[in-house]
């Protein structure tokens, strides 16, 4: 079994940072976790990719937040972060955590929750 559980989403005014977190819990003792990104979708809009990580540290970003948002990852701790500065209204919506987990010789695509980023003008 595959978990992801996101945190640090709320209300911030334009201009401010949040700090989002994923924690994966994978059951079983040999598995490995490749990818981990994080996704985001607006209302009326498409899911969007923001940004990815590999388990070698590579990382993309979407044009759009490229020079405020920072996606890192704790390889130890199963967590991936992403660090959100200079928050525009448009940054609002809800985040989701998406993880390429391989147990048992078997690979899935993850996905947590989402938490909810609103930016106020």
């Known amino acids: 079994q595959v978990q992801l559980v996101e945190s640090g989403g709320g209300l911030v005014q334009a201009g401010g940072s949040l700090r989002l977190s994923c924690a994966a819990s994978?059951?079983?003792?040999?598995?490995?976790?490749?990818?981990m990104a994080w996704y985001r979708q607006a209302p009326g809009k498409q899911r969007e990719l923001v940004a990815g990580?590999?388990?070698?540290?590579?990382?993309n970003y979407a044009d759009s937040v490229k020079g405020r948002f920072i996606i890192s990852r704790d390889n130890a701790k199963n967590t991936v972060y992403l660090q959100m500065n200079g928050l525009k209204p448009e940054d609002t919506a809800v985040y989701y955590c998406?993880?390429?987990?391989?147990?048992?010789?078997?690979?899935?695509?993850?996905w947590g929750q989402g938490t909810q980023v609103t930016v106020s003008s």
């Open positions: 998406n993880a390429i987990v391989t147990r048992s010789l078997s690979t899935g695509n993850y």
């Open positions: 994978v059951s079983g003792r040999i598995f490995a976790i490749g990818t």
């Open positions: 990580i590999t388990s070698g540290g590579s990382t």
